[in-house]
């Protein structure tokens, strides 16, 4: 499975992003899916997940109410809608594939990464 993540680019404080993320084949609608970053010095941070049918998803503090996960399985695609975009957003975007059907938290859980897409937030 081949994901490409796309959308990132460079925004002021308080904009807005919308990522997302291209599976090559349907593998993904049956496993559920993710957003982790990395900050540069830092260590991958998991972002947001969704389960395969979409009704269950997680956050991270930091992004809880700020960011939204969801994914279009038709499509084989996922997304997160990044508001109120904060300074401490910045980093790479990487989406991932779960090996099981829920939303997963932990690094550990996911099979397959995209490429990451880099999120600039000046302030």
């Known amino acids: 499975v081949q994901l490409q993540a796309s959308g990132g680019g460079l925004v002021q404080a308080g904009g807005s992003l919308r990522l997302s993320c291209s599976a090559s084949r349907r593998t993904s609608s049956n496993n559920g899916m993710g957003w982790f970053r990395q900050a540069p010095g830092k260590e991958r941070e998991f972002v947001a997940a969704i389960a395969w049918r979409g009704g269950d998803t997680l956050y991270a503090d930091s992004v809880k109410g700020r960011f939204t996960i969801s994914r279009d399985n038709a499509k084989n695609t996922l997304f997160l809608q990044m508001n109120s975009l904060k300074p401490e957003d910045t980093a790479v975007y990487y989406c991932?594939?779960?090996?099981?059907?829920?939303?997963?938290?932990?690094?550990?859980?996911?099979?397959?990464w995209g490429q990451g897409t880099q999120v600039t937030v000046s302030s």
């Open positions: 991932a594939v779960a090996r099981s059907s829920a939303a997963t938290t932990s690094a550990r859980g996911y099979q397959y």
